[in-house]
């Protein structure tokens, strides 16, 4: 049996995707207040993301990398949550954390590594669309960021094959 999970990190909205044997688990997006201090909002988030991950015991995680095509104060922040994210999960949780680019990501989920946020949507198998609408995500509020932490769950699989 194996349990992964893909997580897309952002500071509004963190989706993380649980496959157990490939199947859809578990999903949740996580928020965070763009008034609080973005300190605050990092500890805050890795919080939730890692106490969500202990409690799902998978044996792989993948985590979108950054974008190199990117620049500012939102790109530094953004590598601040990756690092504190991925340093806790790998040496506190002890758990593998696999780091995923952007373009790689979009190339093994739609063909070509400049898809944008409607095709990783439209990769998604139907199920698995169907299960995230029901929920009530639709595009503003969640639905791009669970594409892509569902296509970094299933990346192990795309990756090697099977």
Request: hydrophobic content about 40%; charged content about 25%; some cysteine.
């Amino acid at each position: 049996m194996m349990k992964t999970i893909g997580i897309d990190q952002s500071y509004t909205k963190t989706a993380v995707v649980v496959l157990q044997d490939g199947e859809l688990d578990d999903f949740i997006v996580f928020t965070s207040n763009k008034n609080d201090d973005i300190f605050y909002r990092c500890w805050k988030l890795t919080k939730d993301i890692c106490e969500f991950a202990d409690m799902k015991k998978p044996d792989l995680i993948n985590i979108e990398g950054l974008s190199f095509a990117s620049f500012g104060d939102a790109t530094r922040n953004l590598s601040g949550l990756q690092f504190s994210i991925v340093s806790k999960l790998r040496f506190e949780l002890s758990y593998v954390v696999d780091i995923v680019s952007p373009m790689t990501l979009k190339k093994a989920a739609t063909g070509s590594g400049k898809a944008k946020k409607p095709e990783m949507i439209a990769a998604l198998p139907e199920k698995v669309l169907t299960k995230f609408k029901d929920s009530g995500y639709k595009r503003a509020n969640g639905l791009e960021d669970l594409a892509d932490a569902y296509h970094l769950s299933v990346f192990n699989k795309v990756k090697v094959g099977v």
